[in-house]
């Protein structure tokens, strides 16, 4: 019983931890090569190329503390002392393993970004990689606001 306990205080603490570290930011990043510039100026140029890419395949944690937990109480019903010890551990690992998976195959759909190279009016060059073009299209003038691309 005692276990159970440490071993539920151990999983709340981790998960407030990691809940704290979680990034919910939805903002674009700019993984360009942009000579110095930040993300917040604002400039103007011309669209040279849109590529399709992947997006980091991220996950927030989330499933893998979820699928722990459960993992560790199906884990924790098995045995008795030091096998029963060994079986919550094993639970929250793979529980954690699985958790994660199914929240990685469930956040896929949405992980399709666009960098759009743009050459600058001083003749630098951005890459800016955002979640839509709209009705961007090559060879449009565009101006560049806080990382994302606007028509002009």
Do not use: F, H, W
């Not at 393993?97 to 990685?104: D, K, L, P, S, T």
């Amino acid at each position: 019983m005692k276990a159970t306990r440490t071993l539920a205080a151990a999983v709340l603490a981790t998960t407030a931890l990691l809940t704290g570290c979680a990034s919910t930011s939805s903002q674009p990043y700019n993984n360009g090569y942009n000579s110095g510039y930040n993300n917040v100026s604002m400039g103007y140029g011309t669209i040279e190329s849109i590529q399709v890419t992947q997006g980091a395949n991220r996950t927030s944690g989330a499933g893998a503390i979820l699928g722990g937990v459960v993992g560790a109480l199906a884990g924790s019903q098995v045995g008795s002392g030091s096998g029963r010890t060994a079986a919550t551990v094993a639970g929250g690992v793979a529980g954690a393993a699985i958790g994660n998976n199914v929240e990685r195959n469930r956040n896929e759909g949405g992980q399709e970004q666009y960098q759009i190279n743009v050459r600058m009016d001083n003749g630098e060059y951005r890459a800016v990689s955002q979640d839509s073009v709209y009705d961007l299209r090559v060879g449009n003038r565009v101006r560049i606001v806080d990382g994302r691309v606007y028509r002009y």
